[in-house]
């Protein structure tokens, strides 16, 4: 799927799915964003992963001491470089997630929302495995999927953006149970409390699993 996201729905098409979000969904994206920024402290070396065209990235360069952005997409990245003009304290670069070039204990605080966990074609437990190696001890990884709670909101905008043209027809005979697939091979599926507990249960790191706003999940990681 993430051929899909570096491939189809990246820069511009991408930017335009959050710009017709609806007023709740808006909400849960906001609500997101100010979790993660709860938990930033000035002098904080951030990573996001699957940064996109830099949507959050002002939010937490307005905190951080310095906000690294990846992406495996190359139209984002250039999109976002200018989108981003004009901020200083960030750094942009095209990077595999499961595979990151950066050094152990890096980073105080690594970030990977709005369901990137499930957007990354890669294997989930090594995703976060390297998050956590370059996470420094006592920083904190914070990991979001959707919550149950939030599905008819959640498929409202997916159908509005299949409306758009930024994704394939919603194939309703074969969504349901947290995963949305769309006729022409996208699928977007959740990671749920379970699932989460299973994919961290071998890491060194105090776990919790937080729901915000009855539409987010968040696994909460604190490396030890």
Known sequence: MNDYYTEKLSAERLKRCYEIAPPRVQKYLEEEVN???DNIHPGDLVLELGCGYGRIIPALAGKARLVVGIDSSGSSINYASEF????????????DAARLSFLDYSF????????????FNTDQKQLIRESIRVAKPGGIVLFSSYSDKFWDQRL???????????????????????????????????????RFRELTSD??????????????LFCVMVPR
């Open 108 to 119: 105080n605080v690594v970030v990977c929302i709005q369901n990137g966990i499930s957007a």
């Open 203 to 216: 890491f060194n790191a105090d776990i919790s699993i937080v729901e915000v706003d009855e539409s987010s």
């Open 156 to 194: 409202e905008w997916f159908n509005l953006q299949s409306s758009a043209g930024l994704i394939g027809e919603i194939d309703t005979a074969r969504s349901g149970n947290g995963v949305i697939v769309c006729k022409d091979g996208f699928t977007a599926s959740t990671v749920g409390d379970t």
């Open 84 to 95: 981003l003009r004009g901020i200083s304290n960030v750094l942009l670069l095209r990077e």
């Open 35 to 37: 979790f993660v920024l």
